[in-house]
């Protein structure tokens, strides 16, 4: 049986999680592969709305078996404790699989990059301070801590104190902040062992027994496909590869196991922290769309800065994915307008640029141009079927549809569960 690919589309917080629940149910394994606490995805069951941050959305389908796949930064008090808040309210956690290979956050980790992102002061890139960055340069710099290690103390004591060696120089020596003790570390994170290993397990080996054995594998990304690290506005990025080339590396699934990869769209653009964006709005319908679609992030509180649809933005989705289909979300919060905007290229020097331009000088000065839509005013979160739309809603998805580069299976009408038109049906 093939797996399937959920990633972001955009810059993040597009509804992933709203996506993966409306699968949940048929599919038997849902890996988040990238990313760490830094990320959340909000889904709403009855009247009960679950905030995620490190967990799989898939958690919440009683018969699905969610996994934190190796390309994930771990920080295991923030896990521990969401384990802790969905047990209270009633969700089975214990078939959650860790994989041995994942990589821990420390504290270390979220004290550089509070210090170093206040560092940078105008320049900063926006991160959340949750230590991300710093634990994936470890990683690649191969001094990382993995979750293994917290089974083998010696280890993992060898392992802090060659890695606060150099972290303790430079926050004392340049940041003006005090050292970090390796005892300190290495008695909080050798508490974490037994309470985690239950969990712990060979992922990539389980995942591959399970294709194999014919059951269906949902790879979940975290941000988005303009937040990877290698694709997206550097260095107003993640630190790691939410499109689909890293859902391979993050899951320990090679790309010939997977049959479809979806991008989750919103009806308009959102992002979180600096860097370009082009349709970003400053006045009041900029404020309503933020008001109306509740624009807060999850995991920061941030608010998020709004603007009307990118057509270049999900064309260059489509290509870097390699994108079979798109869920379009949030296309409730569009009621009332009279006209809605669409960029679908951009005037740089004076020039029309139908992609997204290669540049980042150039992307950073790319005015939208755009194309107006006749809006509606009727209700519409109640709509099952793409006919229950009002006219001029069907003529939007359509529209967005033909300039986007992948079809519309799917539209998102409102938080809930039920909430969804399905167009095409993804499995």
């Known amino acids: 049986m093939p797996a399937l690919v959920l990633l972001g589309a955009q810059w993040g917080d597009e509804g992933k999680g709203k996506a993966t629940d409306l699968l949940g149910d048929r599919v038997d394994y849902v890996v988040r592969y990238q990313g760490g606490n830094n990320a959340g995805h909000t889904v709403v069951i009855g009247d009960q709305k679950y905030a995620l941050h490190l967990l799989p959305s898939g958690i ?99 392992k802090l104190e060659g890695a606060l060696r150099d972290k303790n120089q430079i926050l004392i020596k340049v940041f003006n902040r005090k050292n970090i003790e390796v005892d300190e570390v290495l008695d909080e994170y050798l508490t974490y062992a037994d309470i985690l290993r239950p969990y712990v397990a060979d992922t990539v080996l389980i995942l591959d027994q399970a294709l194999k054995a014919g059951k269906r594998v949902l790879l979940e990304g975290s941000q988005g496909t303009l937040l990877d690290v290698d694709h997206g506005t550097y260095p107003f990025v993640t630190s790691s590869n939410p499109t689909a080339g890293g859902a391979c590396t993050g899951s320990g699934i090679g790309p010939t196991k997977i049959e479809k990869v979806i991008g989750i769209v919103k009806a308009y653009t959102t992002r979180v922290g600096s860097g ?56 409730d919060v569009l009621t009332g307008w009279e006209k809605i905007p669409v960029c679908v290229a951009y005037e740089i020097d004076g020039k029309r640029v139908e992609e997204l331009p290669a540049s980042q000088s150039d992307f950073h000065h790319a005015k939208p141009i755009y194309e107006y839509l006749p809006g509606w005013t009727e209700d519409i979160s109640a709509a099952r079927k793409l006919s229950d739309l009002p006219k001029n809603a069907q003529d939007y998805v359509a529209f967005l549809e033909k300039i986007s580069g992948a079809p519309m299976s799917a539209i998102g009408v409102g938080p809930g569960r039920d909430q969804t038109i399905v167009v095409k049906d993804f499995i």
């Open 60 to 158: 919440l389908s009683p018969n699905v078996i969610p996994v934190i796949g190796n390309g994930v930064v771990i920080d295991p008090g923030v896990l521990l404790e969401e384990i802790r808040g969905l047990n209270e309210r009633g969700i089975d956690t214990s078939k959650l699989l860790i994989s041995t290979n994942a990589h821990l956050i420390t504290p270390y980790h979220r004290t550089i990059d509070k210090v170093s992102e206040r560092f940078l002061g105008k320049s900063k890139i926006g991160t959340t301070g949750r230590g991300i960055g710093p634990a994936y340069a470890d990683k690649i710099n191969r001094i990382g801590i993995r979750v293994q290690d917290l089974f083998d103390p010696s280890i993992l004591r060898q």
């Open 276 to 331: 370009p964006f082009p349709t970003e709005l400053f006045d009041e319908d900029g404020e309503a769309l933020r008001r109306i679609g509740g624009e807060i992030g999850v995991t920061t509180g941030r608010a998020r800065r709004c603007g009307w649809y990118d057509a270049p933005i999900a064309r260059y989705a489509v290509r870097v994915n390699g994108l079979t289909d798109f869920f379009l979300t949030k296309l």
